[in-house]
């Protein structure tokens, strides 16, 4: 195994806008992440991986790009990018883009250009078709946030597919002008330093030929069989590593979206030279039936068990993953999979030993290392995200659901969740600006923030940086061979690791209930999020909520 030093490294995802305002303009900025990189560096991570920050309209808040190759003015200037890579290089850290290659804003140049008239250079950039023989759009493609995938221009008489919003435009990789530009765009960045781009949606970036409709089998399956895994996607990948990644010292993250454990080698393995790491959707979708919103099971810890097993076993030795259990698409990590109420700092800190000594490089969502948690938006009118916003106008349309019961999906699944303001003080604003913040700050800030957290030895925040410290030293963190423990058990996740002479044994336990474990090892724990580790009649009593990672 190849150990490049992204594969050892921790991951810390940064949401820009929600980071840290400098400017005193309630939004989050490039400056203010260069005022808290001796936080970063504190923290023991490895690599900044920043959502976009390429001018935009924010019609998705960033994923919407108008100039790959200019910032947005609310984050700053060339300049200010420039010196928050210098100072991060400077400090041991690296530095990546977030990529999005699959569509850009229906305000870019190429867009603007393409719907002049039929016959604009810049037309085959972007999908597009003449109505259905119904009159209507082309086929029965869904956008992933709500309605046609297709929107009507009437200037032309065609529609224009956005798998997104519709000021999404997806571009069209078929034409290799398409690709050009994109790997110019790459180029650009890399030739200033970025060490790799996360690249946000890459397996939709081949369509189907014809574009066939997709059959009634629910959005996730269609998502993996219409929308993702095109017919020339690994051509296109193969290209890009060839003509771009492979000449620089950086690497390729790929959102793993509509790939499953069955394809996931065609990706990641090592001989294809495709994609350097992936980052798979199942554990963040675990609780997730078929659609964010409307068909949500409750969580199912063999169920989880048994995803990070498939996942390890298809990628084993062949390619390599990300660990990531929460990021801006998805709800706060301990209001999802531990518990934010009465074990809040136990469970948070016991999610972070299980993705810490999961294989693969660790990926960390800002503002979890606190254990930020879900917040209480009161009404639609506090709601930023495009995708709980089109859902409740969706909804306003189909009474599918009362107004109540659909707020309610909103406030437990919706986006926004992630998004908050990163809570650094018990201050006005929780110490992330002077002004009003973009999106509400949860109220909770006074009781969870950096600066109280800083100073208590017992914290979330300073356990995960001893834990980063010690999975630092540790290969059998990152590499090691499993051997699970009583896998069927409901409660209860546990299982051996070995690398060379190095093992460790982990036990998580799941619920508000103390569990017995046989111990007969005579293991000493190297990790602990309890302050003692109870051990009656050769068994060890497992609190609620307790991760321990013991030494054999």
């Not at 867009?111 to 109505?131: G, I, L, Q, V």
């Not at 309605?147 to 032309?156: F, L, Q």
């Not at 009465?342 to 969502?365: D, P």
């Amino acid at each position: 195994m190849e150990l490049s030093w992204f594969k050892k490294g921790t991951i810390y995802q940064i949401y820009p806008r929600s980071f840290n305002d400098s400017n005193a303009d309630g939004i989050g900025d490039l400056r203010g992440i260069i005022e808290k990189l001796d936080y970063l560096q504190s923290l023991n991570v490895d690599i900044l991986w920043l959502s976009p920050i390429f001018s935009s309209p924010n019609d998705d808040n960033g994923y919407d790009i108008s100039d790959y190759c200019a910032i947005m003015p609310e984050f700053g200037n060339m300049s200010d990018f420039e010196e928050l890579l210098q100072k991060t290089h400077d400090k041991g850290m690296r530095l990546i883009l977030d990529l999005v290659a699959n569509h850009c804003s229906d305000e870019h140049m190429w867009f603007e250009e393409a719907k002049k008239s039929k016959d604009n250079p810049y037309r085959d950039y972007f999908h597009w078709k003449k109505p259905s023989a119904e009159g209507g759009p082309p086929n029965n493609w869904k956008s992933f946030f709500g309605g046609s995938a297709w929107e009507y221009d009437s200037a032309s008489g065609e529609y224009y597919l956005h798998l997104f919003t519709k000021k999404q435009p997806d571009l069209n990789w078929e034409n290799p002008k398409v690709r050009e530009e994109i790997y110019n765009a790459m180029k650009f960045w890399l030739d200033k330093g970025v060490d790799g781009f996360r690249m946000d949606v890459i397996p939709l970036i081949s369509k189907r030929e014809g574009y066939p409709d997709a059959p009634d089998v629910g959005f996730r399956k269609i998502i993996e069989n219409v929308y993702a895994n095109g017919p020339r996607l690994h051509e296109f990948l193969k290209e890009m590593n060839t003509t771009v990644i492979s000449h620089y010292d950086a690497f390729s993250l790929a959102e793993g979206v509509g790939i499953n454990y069955e394809n996931a080698s065609l990706y990641i393995d090592y001989d294809r030279k495709e994609l350097d790491m992936l980052y798979h959707f199942d554990i963040l979708e675990c609780t997730i039936v078929n659609g964010k919103f409307e068909e949500a099971s409750s969580f199912d810890l063999p169920h989880m068990k048994s995803i990070f097993k498939r996942w390890r076993d298809a990628v084993h030795k062949k390619g390599w993953l990300a660990n990531a259990m929460g990021n801006h698409d998805f709800a706060r990590m301990v209001s999802r999979f531990g518990n934010d109420d009465k074990y809040w700092s136990q469970s948070a800190k016991m999610l972070l030993i299980m993705q810490a000594t999961q294989n693969g490089t660790l990926n960390i969502y800002q503002g979890d290392e606190i254990g930020m948690t879900n917040i209480t938006l009161d009404t639609i009118d506090e709601v930023r995200d495009v995708q709980s916003l089109n859902f409740y106008k969706e909804n306003l349309e189909t009474r599918k659901y009362s107004n109540e019961s659909a707020f309610k999906m909103i406030n437990k699944e919706g986006r926004d969740n992630a998004r908050t303001p990163i809570q650094w003080n018990n201050e006005k604003h929780a110490g992330f600006s002077s002004k009003t913040p973009w999106l509400k700050v949860n109220p909770n800030y006074k009781e969870i923030n950096v600066a109280k957290q800083n100073s208590d030895p017992d914290s979330i925040l300073n356990f995960y940086r001893n834990l980063l410290k010690i999975r630092k030293q540790h290969d059998v963190f990152v590499y090691g061979d499993f051997e699970e423990l009583d896998f069927d058990n409901p409660n209860l996740y546990m299982y051996k690791k070995t690398y060379g002479h190095k093992k460790i044994k982990v036990l998580l336990n799941f619920s508000t209930l103390i569990h017995d474990v046989n111990s007969n090892e005579g293991a000493e724990a190297l990790i602990n999020n309890y302050d003692d580790l109870i051990i009656d009649n050769g068994c060890i009593k497992l609190q609620p909520y307790q991760g321990v990672i013991l030494e054999l």
